[in-house]
C-alpha cells in the first residue's frame, strides 16, 4: 500500500473507532487494532487481542505493509461485548518521538520500547522507564524479568525506535511488583540541549 492510503484508512479508522487488520514489514503476523491517532510519521493504537485491549502502541507509519478495517464477525463480538465502546482515546502527541517520550515521562509510565539494529536489522527489545533524552537518543532505565532495576540506562537511537507498547497487561501487572524506580524524573521539566 501507497503511504496516502495507509493514511486514509488510519484517518477513518480513528473518526470511527473501527477495528483493523496490520501486516508490518518483516513481521508475518497480522495485528489487530484500533487506530486513535496518525502524524506524519507515527501512529498511536489500541491493540487488540482474544477479544480483550492491551494497551497503547506508538509506532512508525512506514513499517505498515497493509491495513484494513475489518468488518466481520470479530468485529461483531467485539461491539456485542462493549470492547469498541471501552476504546479511550487518550491525549498524547505523537508528532515526534520527543513528544511521545515527554508523555510517557509525565506520567512516570514503563513501556516496552522495540528497536531495530539498522546494520543487522534484528529487534531488540527494553521494558523500563523513560530516564532521558538528548538530539539523537533515548535512555531507558530498563528492569529484567527479576524485577531488578539496571544499574545504567540503555541508549537506544531514536532512528531505531520502531515501537512503544505502554499500558499493556504485561508492562501493567509487572509494574505493581517493582520496587521504585531509582531515577523519577520528568523529562519535560529538564533544561532543553542547546540544539533545540
Not at 483493523?20 to 491517532?37: G, H, T, V, W
Not at 520496587?179 to 542547546?194: A, F, G, H, M, Q
Amino acid at each position: 500500500m501507497k503511504k496516502f492510503e495507509i493514511t486514509a484508512v488510519l484517518e477513518e479508522a480513528c473518526r470511527q473507532t473501527l477495528l483493523c487488520r496490520m501486516f508490518l514489514k518483516a513481521d508475518p503476523n497480522c495485528y489487530s487494532c484500533f487506530p486513535i491517532k496518525a502524524g506524519e510519521d507515527l501512529f498511536l493504537y489500541m491493540d487488540e487481542q482474544d477479544f480483550r485491549l492491551d494497551g497503547y502502541v506508538v509506532r512508525r507509519l512506514k513499517d505498515i505493509v497493509e491495513i484494513n478495517s475489518k468488518q466481520d464477525l470479530t468485529s461483531e463480538i467485539l461491539e456485542s461485548e462493549g470492547v469498541t465502546a471501552s476504546v479511550e482515546k487518550i491525549d498524547i502527541d505523537i508528532s515526534s518521538w520527543e513528544k511521545a517520550l515527554s508523555y510517557l515521562s509525565k506520567h512516570r509510565l514503563n513501556a516496552i520500547f522495540e528497536s531495530e539494529d539498522r546494520n543487522s536489522g534484528n529487534i531488540d527489545y527494553v521494558i523500563g522507564r523513560v530516564e532521558k533524552i538528548d538530539d539523537r537518543y533515548l535512555y531507558v532505565r530498563a528492569f529484567d524479568y527479576d524485577g531488578k532495576w539496571e544499574e545504567k540506562p540503555t541508549r537506544i537511537a531514536f532512528s531505531e525506535l520502531v515501537s512503544i507498547s505502554f499500558g499493556t497487561r504485561y508492562v501493567e501487572i509487572f509494574t505493581k511488583y517493582l520496587p521504585p524506580c531509582p531515577v523519577e524524573r520528568d523529562i519535560s521539566l529538564l533544561p532543553k540541549s542547546p540544539n533545540e
